[in-house]
T-cell receptor
Framework: NAGVTQTPKFQVLKTGQSMTLQCAQDMNHNSMYWYRQDPGMGLRLIYYSASEGTTDKGEVPNGYNVSRLNKREFSLRLESAAPSQTSVYFC????????????FGPGTRLTVT | QKEVEQNSGPLSVPEGAIASLNCTYSDRGSQSFFWYRQYSGKSPELIMSIYSNGDKEDGRFTAQLNKASQYVSLLIRDSQPSDSATYLCAVDQGAQKLVFGQGTRLTINP
């Protein structure tokens, strides 16, 4: 039981390049989330998916797109990376319904030069 | 944007003492409250959840909730150097979402 997994662990991009961050969970959770964490800013929600087939914007969605591929997988895409997107990205999942406990993946450290 | 406020610290506590971490929130409608621990370079780890007013104890950790004052706290008894981490307070904002505070950095001094 791996919990929440993320790939890659580290990535360096040049400005304007694109990439997709992958996330998968094996806990049969309904809800999945993408956050970014910057020094002094805490965790900020980018996008979330309350259930398979639905996605919604969070606090900081600009410059990102998401796909809920199936119940297990939720990907985050940067179409044209900018230095302001340098951050640590965390994926999380939750069983949903009345339960709000979220469980986090190990994170992806992204640098955009 | 609903807010969650924490003192960013650093909070320095001697080994064996009680560490007290505090959090206030703005949304009176919130019903679910969580404490996460995050070691440097690692992901947040859920350590406590609390839903009702009063205290909830789990080992050396006690979460306290006062909805009237919109206040959540975490007490760590018999603090150990391994408790040195950043502690994040999280509060539900409905629609399956949590809002996180900025975190309090705790250092336990041997």
């Amino acid at each position: 039981n791996a919990g929440v997994t993320q790939t890659p662990k580290f990535q360096v991009l040049k400005t304007g390049q694109s990439m997709t961050l992958q996330c998968a969970q094996d806990m049969n959770h309904n809800s999945m989330y993408w956050y970014r964490q910057d020094p002094g800013m805490g965790l900020r929600l980018i996008y979330y998916s309350a259930s398979e087939g639905t996605t919604d914007k969070g606090e900081v969605p600009n410059g990102y797109n998401v796909s809920r591929l199936n119940k297990r997988e939720f990907s985050l895409r940067l179409e044209s990376a900018a230095p302001s997107q340098t951050s640590v990205y965390f994926c999380a999942s939750s069983s949903g319904g009345r339960a709000y406990e979220q469980y986090f993946g190990p994170g992806t450290r992204l640098t955009v030069t | 944007q609903k807010e969650v406020e924490q003192n960013s610290g650093p909070l320095s506590v001697p080994e064996g003492a009680i560490a007290s971490l505090n959090c206030t929130y703005s949304d009176r409608g919130s019903q679910s409250f969580f404490w996460y621990r995050q070691y440097s370079g690692k992901s947040p780890e859920l350590i406590m959840s609390i839903y009702s007013n009063g205290d909830k104890e789990d080992g050396r950790f006690t979460a306290q909730l006062n909805k009237a004052s919109q206040y959540v706290s975490l007490l760590i008894r018999d603090s150990q150097p391994s408790d040195s981490a950043t502690y994040l307070c999280a509060v539900d904002q409905g629609a399956q979402k949590l809002v996180f505070g900025q975190g309090t950095r705790l250092t336990i001094n041997p």
